[in-house]
C-alpha cells in the first residue's frame, strides 16, 4: 500500500527480528491510520526537504516485537504507529532541516546512524534528543 509518494505500509512492518522470533508484525486499522498521518505531516514533508533518500530503518512494531528490542520504551510510540527510525545519509543534516522548518514533530531522537522521528495528533512537543 502506497501511503504517499516516497513511503509504503510494507517499509513500516518488515521486520528482520519480527521474522527470526516468528512474530507476526500486522497492524491494526488504527495504527495504519495513525502511519498515514506521521507520513503526511512529517515523514513526506521532510523527505521533500531533504531531498535525497530516507529509509524506515524500524517503524510499526507490535507490543510482542518492541519487548525483545534492546534499549526500546515500554510506552514506544512505534507501537501505536507514530514513530520511525529513518536511516539516511546524513542524520544530522535531517534534524537541521527538521528544526529549521515549521513541521510539528513530538521526538527527534538523533543517534550515529539514525534518526528516530515521532508524530502525534496532538500536543507535540517538539523535543530534541541527542544520544
Known amino acids: 500500500m502506497q501511503i504517499t509518494q516516497h513511503f509504503r505500509l510494507c517499509e513500516f512492518t518488515d521486520s528482520?527480528?519480527?521474522?527470526?522470533?516468528?512474530?507476526?508484525?500486522?497492524p491494526e486499522p488504527w495504527h495504519i491510520d495513525n502511519?498515514?498521518?506521521?507520513c503526511t505531516n512529517l515523514l513526506e514533508p521532510l523527505r521533500l526537504l531533504y531531498g535525497k533518500e530516507m529509509v524506515i530503518n524500524s517503524g510499526f512494531r507490535v507490543k510482542e516485537l518492541n519487548s525483545i528490542l534492546p534499549n526500546s520504551s515500554?510506552?514506544?510510540?512505534?507501537?501505536?504507529g507514530l514513530a520511525a527510525d529513518i536511516k539516511c545519509e546524513n542524520p544530522k543534516k535531517l534534524l537541521d532541516l527538521l528544526l529549521?522548518?515549521?513541521?510539528?514533530?513530538?521526538?527527534?531522537?538523533?543517534y550515529p546512524t539514525f534518526l528516530?522521528?515521532?508524530?502525534r495528533p496532538m500536543n507535540?512537543?517538539?523535543?530534541?534528543?541527542?544520544?
Request: glycine letters at 0%; zero cysteines; hydrophobic letters at 40%.
Open 35 to 38: 502511519i498515514v498521518l506521521l
Open 124 to 131: 507535540n512537543r517538539n523535543q530534541v534528543i541527542y544520544k
Open 16 to 26: 528482520d527480528t519480527a521474522i527470526k522470533h516468528r512474530i507476526q508484525n500486522i
Open 74 to 80: 515500554e510506552t514506544s510510540d512505534h507501537m501505536n
Open 100 to 110: 529549521k522548518s515549521d513541521l510539528e514533530f513530538d521526538q527527534a531522537i538523533l
Open 116 to 119: 528516530h522521528l515521532s508524530y
